[in-house]
Nanobody, 121 residues
Framework: QVQLVESGGGLVQAGGSLRLSCAAS????????MGWFRQAPGKDRDLLGYITWSGGTTYYADSVKGRFTISKHDITTVYLQMNSLKPEDTAVYYC???WGAGISISSYNYWGQGTQVTVSS
């Protein structure tokens, strides 16, 4: 059974930082890129960025470029370092995995349950 489990969410003041973790298990993830998404109430789930399975390439959405960083500990553990957080970053954050996945949400077929991030002003 494939599982993606996010952790590290919480309440932080504007300007602060958080690091989210995503631990994947239940299958071989070689070839699976890992993405981070977020969804605010009443809004679509948006891609923040992704990292290739080898860790050699990252992509970031313009909205978080320069503030958020995606990295890998190993093939099954991915991090999202979030700096200079703003109230508009408040959302549920999800990690996801997909074979050769990229910027399209439909390219991800495994999802975590999400972790809440709340940024107070």
């Amino acid at each position: 059974q494939v599982q993606l489990v996010e952790s590290g969410g919480g309440l932080v003041q504007a300007g602060g930082s958080l690091r989210l973790s995503c631990a994947a298990s239940g299958r071989t993830f070689s070839g699976y890129n890992m993405g981070w998404f977020r969804q605010a109430p009443g809004k679509d789930r948006d891609l923040l960025g992704y990292i290739t399975w080898s860790g050699g390439t990252t992509y970031y959405a313009d909205s978080v470029k320069g503030r958020f960083t995606i990295s890998k500990h190993d093939i099954t553990t991915v991090y999202l370092q979030m700096n200079s957080l703003k109230p508009e970053d408040t959302a549920v954050y999800y990690c996801a995995a997909g074979w050769g996945a990229g910027i399209s949400i439909s390219s991800y077929n495994y999802w975590g349950q999400g972790t809440q991030v709340t940024v107070s002003s």
